[in-house]
Every structure is written in C-alpha cells, then in structure tokens.
C-alpha cells in the first residue's frame, strides 16, 4: 500500500511539473529553425530561464509582452549567457543584447517592442542575424495576459 501511495505521489508531482512547462513552438529565422518556449504570464517572464544550466542550441525563450514599450531584461539568477533579440509587432528584430550571467545590467529594446527572444549567447551573431531581420512564426503566438 506504501509503495502505490509513494508511485502515486510521484506521478502527481511529475503531471504537475509538465503542466507548468511553458507551451513550446517552432519559429524562423531565414532557414534557422527555432524551438521556443512561449512566455506569455507574468509569473512565466519572471521566471524565465533562471536558474537553468544549458540550453540546446536550437532552443530559445520567446516572452510575449502585453503592450508595445520598451520593455528591459537582466540576467539575475540566469546561469548561462543569453542574446536577446526585440523584435516588433511585425516580427522586425529591433535590436540584439548580449546578456552576461547573473549580472542585474539592463539590456532593453531600442524602440517599442512586442516580443523578446532570448537565445544562448551568440546565436544571433553566428547565423548573420542583425537589425531589421524578421522573426517569422510569431502570427501564431499565443496571447500575452
């Protein structure tokens, strides 16, 4: 009775973890393919990628703000080195950030922006990416709360 009361609470404890996992999508960038978790809450921005040791190389996390502004990002509690691309409504990449780890700097948009991307650290640059790229799959975003 202990172990299937133990195994039960396991599968609780892990049905809860997947159910708080960020909704994954697939963006582009050119022909670059981009598997990003969608952070639209402001539970889930605030949480980010902290805390997180590696991230895959095609990986990234795409936070979804409620409003065009000039929205800001730092690295407090993050253990690896991000880029963070600002893209606008119409998915142009406003401007891109190289990010250090657990640093409170802030990195923000250099105009109004819709969307912020956030890749390991060099990604943008290594693929050619600069100001003015589009961010293409971003019609399909979920809506910020």
């Known amino acids: 009775m202990k172990r299937i ?5 396991m599968l609780v404890a892990s049905f809860s973890a997947i159910a708080q996992s960020p ?11 981009i598997e990003a978790e969608v952070v639209n809450t402001p539970q889930s921005r605030a949480q980010g990628l902290m805390h997180r040791r590696e991230m895959a190389p ?7 703000f ?3 502004n000039q929205h800001c990002m730092w690295m407090k509690n993050t253990l690896i080195p991000l880029a ?5 409504e119409a998915g142009h990449i406003l401007n891109i950030e ?7 700097a802030n990195h923000c948009a250099a105009r ?5 991307l956030e890749m390991n ?3 943008f640059s290594q693929r050619g990416l600069k100001r003015g790229d589009v961010i293409g799959g971003l019609e399909r975003v979920p809506k910020s709360h």
Not at 23 to 33: I, K, Q, T, V, Y
Not at 58 to 64: R, S, T
Request: proline share 7%; hydrophobic share 45%; net charge negative.
């Open 98 to 104: 190289e990010m250090k780890p657990q640093s409170e």
């Open 112 to 116: 109004p922006a819709r969307y912020a």
């Open 58 to 64: 095609q990986h990234g996390m795409l936070f979804v």
């Open 84 to 88: 963070v691309a600002f893209i606008d």
């Open 121 to 123: 650290a060099g990604w």
């Open 5 to 9: 009361f133990c195994a039960g609470l």
């Open 23 to 33: 909704p994954m999508m697939e963006l582009h960038a050119g022909f670059h393919r």
């Open 66 to 68: 409620t409003e065009n």
